[in-house]
């Protein structure tokens, strides 16, 4: 089996391809110090080219992990999210509140797809 390490650090990989599947670490925008919604709008950007990379799309999402700064950010999320994903195959979702590892990140999103 082939695997692909993509944008590999010494600690991880942005994105790993292996057997069929997508597998996309915890993203968080490039402009930490930007609001909820600007940090969404950059990770979901960077999800999408690293999709596209992959040869595959959001449509083949299969799961998405979403890590918010704060819970009670959760409706303003939605309103980025919901508009950017395919609403025709939405993929199993988990939203959680975490301490993340920069005061200023609001939100860490992960992704996985099928390719």
């Known amino acids: 089996m082939d695997i692909q390490h993509i944008d590999a650090g010494s600690r991880m990989s942005q994105m790993v391809v292996a057997n069929g599947m997508a597998f996309i670490s915890g993203q968080v925008a490039d402009d930490r110090n930007g609001t909820l919604q600007e940090q969404t ?3 979901l950007a960077n999800i999408d080219r690293y999709l596209a990379q992959a040869g595959t799309s959001k ?5 998405v992990d979403v890590y918010l700064a704060a819970i009670i950010d959760f409706d303003s999320f939605n309103e980025v999210y919901d508009q950017w994903i395919d609403p ?9 509140e975490a301490r993340l590892a920069d005061a200023r990140i609001k939100v860490e999103i992960a992704a996985i797809a099928l390719i």
Do not use: E, F, M, T
Request: charged share 25%; glycine share 0%.
């Open 41 to 43: 709008r950059s990770i």
């Open 59 to 63: 449509s083949k999402l299969l799961k």
């Open 88 to 96: 025709a195959n939405p993929p199993a979702r988990v939203c959680s």
